[in-house]
Every structure is written in structure tokens, then in C-alpha cells.
């Protein structure tokens, strides 16, 4: 570190608690706006699924070929198994709401 001038340490310390705690939002941000994802995913496929019935048969079908083709442009993340998750997860939090509290305390 030749060359350098240190800085005032209590100044350095109150930077780098600044990138820290932005870096540390912009990861809650990125995984609920993740999660909000799913939960919208969840959501039009049972929309799209249920239609006001209870037709598993249909819903199989429908995640099994929705997630062929979203994988096939997005890649993974998208699979059958974490479709039928997503399908999951709104049917347990059907009122988005609720998602946001239930998220904030498994971080803590």
C-alpha cells in the first residue's frame, strides 16, 4: 500500500457500513422481487389451471409444457417441479400481502 494516505478511520468506517448495508438491500430487494415472481406465476397458473375447478389432470399438463417452453427462453428456474411450487406457494399466501411479512421474519 505504498503510496497511500490513510484515511481517518472512523470516515472508512462509515463508507464502507454505506456500500455494506446497499449491498445487503439490493439483495433483499432482487430476492423479493424474485419471490414476487413466483408468486405471480403461481397465480396465473392457477388462474389458468383451476378456472373455478378443481382439474389436476389439466394442471399437469399445463405446468408440464409451460415449463418446456419458458425454459427453453429463460432458462433454468423454471422447471416443472418449481412451476408446481410456485402454484404451491400462491395457493398458501393466495393474498400477496402476506408474502412481504412471512419473508421478513426468516431473515432475521
Not at 494516505?5 to 423479493?32: C, G, H, W
Not at 424474485?34 to 392457477?46: K, S, T
Not at 378456472?51 to 394442471?59: H, I, K, L, S
Request: positive net charge.
Amino acid at each position: 500500500m505504498s503510496g497511500l494516505q490513510t484515511t481517518n478511520p472512523t470516515f472508512y468506517d462509515d463508507m464502507k457500513n454505506i456500500i455494506l448495508n446497499a449491498r445487503k438491500n439490493a439483495i433483499r430487494s432482487v430476492e423479493f422481487t424474485r419471490l414476487m415472481m413466483y408468486w405471480h406465476l403461481g397465480e396465473r397458473i392457477f388462474i389458468e389451471e383451476q378456472r373455478g375447478q378443481n382439474r389436476a389432470e389439466y394442471g399437469e399438463y399445463l405446468i408440464r409444457n409451460l415449463s418446456k417452453e419458458l425454459e427453453i427462453e429463460f432458462g433454468s428456474g423454471f422447471s416443472f417441479t418449481q412451476l408446481t411450487r410456485a402454484r404451491k406457494f400462491y395457493r398458501t399466501y393466495p393474498n400477496a400481502s402476506e408474502v412481504r411479512p412471512k419473508m421478513t421474519c426468516l431473515k432475521k
